[in-house]
């Protein structure tokens, strides 16, 4: 039976602490503030993020340096047969599509795998594939049922303020001045490789429901899951921990019997949605293998 590591990076929301418990590796995403360069979850805290980004820091993000991935999976074949290497979701980096490319050098050892997933719903990937690995299965094998479940998942997100959608380029200036006049809070949904427009609420309590409602219909036509049984409700936010806390206590009400883990989103996602945001998501467990 190989010996097979799994790697992720910080997106994924695992600290590293939690990453030695679980037997599982995880890089930490390079964060440029006014062209410093500082590691989630290594230099660099998420109040200490927000706080920069409150001043108006100039902010940019970046994939993990390609020849620390070389180098991080040269030391894990040292001691393991294969690797399972799951980045950021392709349609949000390059950083997948580059790791596929440098894997190719690695005859198989090294199984890159895409299943387009961020935050919370990339963490369960990750888990699962500790399951799988765990299990015998091999590297390509897990890279394969992973991949297979890649649209099994949806995320939706309540953004409390354009300012940072209008900063990357999202959405246009006058779209933002108009929004922020009216007060929308967008709604933005991630399933598969794309960050999309899903809908605009007028307050917090509508896009609450408007994302518990989407969460249900999901459960029925996506996951075709639709008592939820087989399904798992996570839950993320940006600096938002009191209005989290509230909503997490709606959604255990809404759907019961779901044991909701909550986690921050990942600073990629921040950069791009500023403080405030809520997020819902839901994701087929892995019930079989």
């Not at 980004?53 to 994939?63: C, P």
């Not at 380029?169 to 949904?189: D, E, F």
């Not at 996506?222 to 936010?237: F, Q, R, S, Y």
Request: negative net charge; charged residues 25%.
């Amino acid at each position: 039976m190989s010996k097979v590591a799994i790697l992720t990076d910080s997106n994924s929301g695992i600290t590293q602490e939690e990453a030695e418990q679980a037997g599982i590796y995880v890089f930490p995403t390079p964060v440029y503030i006014n062209d410093e360069v500082f590691y989630e979850g290594v230099d660099l805290t998420t109040d200490q993020f927000f706080a920069r980004q409150a001043e108006g820091a100039e902010i940019k993000t970046s994939m993990p340096v390609v020849g620390d991935v070389i180098d991080k999976w040269e030391s894990l074949l040292e001691e393991y047969d294969e690797v399972v290497y799951i980045p950021l979701s392709s349609g949000l980096s390059s950083s997948c599509e580059t790791a596929i490319m440098l894997a190719e050098d690695y005859d198989g050892k090294v199984q890159v795998v895409n299943n387009q997933r961020i935050s919370v719903t990339m963490k369960l990937s990750v888990y699962d594939a500790k399951k799988l690995a765990d299990a015998g299965k091999s590297a390509t094998e897990i890279k394969e049922i992973l991949e297979a479940m890649k649209f099994e998942s949806t995320i939706y997100i309540m953004v409390d303020t354009l300012e940072y959608l209008k900063k990357g380029g999202r959405i246009t200036p006058a779209a933002a001045a108009i929004g922020s006049l009216l007060k929308i809070k967008p709604v933005l949904q991630i399933r598969g490789e794309k960050l999309d427009s899903f809908a605009k609420a007028r307050t917090v309590k509508q896009a609450k429901q408007i994302m518990m409602d989407a969460i249900a219909k999901d459960m029925d036509e996506v996951l075709h899951d639709p008592t939820g049984e087989n399904t798992i409700i996570a839950m993320a936010h940006t600096q938002n921990e009191e209005e989290i806390a509230k909503f997490k206590a709606e959604v255990e009400e809404r759907f019961p019997g779901h044991d909701i883990f909550v986690d921050p989103l990942s600073l990629v996602v921040s950069s791009h949605i500023g403080p405030g945001a809520l997020a819902v998501t839901c994701t087929k467990k892995l019930t079989s293998f």
